[in-house]
């Protein structure tokens, strides 16, 4: 079964430094991965995506996240925080040998501190 | 402008009573998801449709009911069999295959 790991609750950053928010996964094939932010009180909004190819991806807002096979990791970074970052981050799972099922890790609340 | 509604934003109800949350999307995507959100849990899926007239149950179907009768709607019901039905519920659509998912702003659902 599919299954996706976010091992820190919460992630504390001061404004300007570089930040980084985990994800760990399983799957039984080859993964597509996702990164969503959630600000309060509304749906969750698209980040980036690895498919395939360059094991560093580029998404919106500055932030990208490097896919990591032997580690089953697609860890989230930017290099320099903004107040506005601050947000809940969740980090998904599609197992492409398991049709369209989507999984999602408990979120990372990320505090970025000015 | 293409998005997917969700409604109500508020939802109350007392215990005991079914209750139906509205989804309905124009982006012309064949696929639907229903997630529940409680603080700390993250996202849980609760079903999803590749297709019209067809669903599968997520990781935590029971108590839960769905239907995809037109390609645009996808309502979730709440049944009286749901033992903690409160909670943020959120609808979500994709085209098939790597695209990403297109969420809804969310229905909070309260039952006392």
């Known amino acids: 079964a599919q299954s996706v790991a976010q091992p820190e609750d919460q992630v504390n950053v001061a404004e300007g430094n570089p930040l980084t928010v985990k994800c760990t996964y399983s799957?039984?094939?080859?993964?597509?991965l996702f990164w969503y932010v959630q600000y309060p009180n509304r749906g969750l909004q698209f980040l980036l995506k690895y498919i395939t190819g360059d094991n560093l991806v580029k998404g919106s807002y500055g932030f990208e996240a490097e896919f990591n096979k032997s580690q089953t990791s697609f860890h989230l970074k930017k290099p320099s925080a903004l107040v506005s970052d601050s947000a809940l981050y969740f980090c998904?799972?599609?197992?492409?040998?398991?049709?369209?099922?989507?999984?999602f890790g408990k979120g990372t609340r990320l505090h970025i501190l000015p | 402008d293409g998005g997917i509604t969700q409604s109500p934003k508020y939802l109350f109800r007392k215990e005991g009573q079914n209750v139906t949350l509205s989804c309905e999307q124009n982006l012309n995507h064949d696929a639907m998801y229903w997630y529940r959100q409680d603080p700390g849990q993250g996202l849980r899926l609760i079903y999803y449709?590749?297709?019209?007239?067809?669903?599968q149950k997520g990781d935590i179907a029971e108590g839960y009911s769905v239907s995809r009768e037109k390609k645009e709607s996808f309502p979730l019901t709440v049944t009286s069999a749901q033992k903690n039905p409160t909670a943020f519920y959120l609808c979500?659509?994709?085209?098939?295959?790597?695209?990403?998912?297109?969420f809804g702003n969310g229905t909070r659902l309260t039952v006392t």
């Open positions: 449709s590749q297709i019209v007239n067809d669903f």
């Open positions: 799957v039984s094939g080859n993964p597509y």
């Open positions: 998904a799972v599609r197992d492409k040998g398991a049709g369209d099922k989507i999984i």
């Open positions: 979500a659509s994709s085209i098939q295959g790597d695209s990403p998912l297109h």
